[in-house]
């Protein structure tokens, strides 16, 4: 599985930015794909799922604001409006193992292919 991130950069406090992830190698009935984000000294958290219903899951901090969806098996993108500074970090893109049943999004776990990531600055 090759999952590689585009769309990253620089934006304005209030702003907007569109990341893509290219995904390849990857075929599943069952799965979820998700985006992670890591601040400069802070853990990896999630940000959004979306399992293979399209149903999504946003962490607190960005729902209202982001939107994750996919293009078929090959694409999933994150839609991330009224950026905040606190929105900054290296953002990226991941799925997970094939599951034998349907997961809902908000349960996803097992991320176990990433792609490289993508730097995102939001600046106030």
């Known amino acids: 599985v090759q999952l590689v991130e585009s769309g990253g950069g620089s934006a304005q406090a209030g702003g907007s930015l569109r990341l893509s992830c290219a995904v390849s190698?990857?075929?599943?009935?069952?799965?979820?794909l998700g985006w992670f984000r890591q601040a400069p000294g802070e853990e990896r958290e999630r940000v959004a799922a979306i399992d293979s219903d399209t149903i999504t899951y946003y962490e607190p901090s960005v729902a209202g604001r982001f939107t994750i969806s996919q293009r078929d098996m090959n694409f999933v993108d994150l839609q991330m409006n009224s950026l905040r500074p606190n929105d900054t970090g290296m953002y990226y893109c991941a799925a997970t193992r094939p599951y034998i049943s349907y997961v809902r999004a908000e349960w996803c776990s097992e991320f176990m292919s990433w792609g490289q990531g993508t730097q995102v600055t939001v600046f106030s």
């Open positions: 190698g990857y075929s599943a009935r069952y799965y979820c």
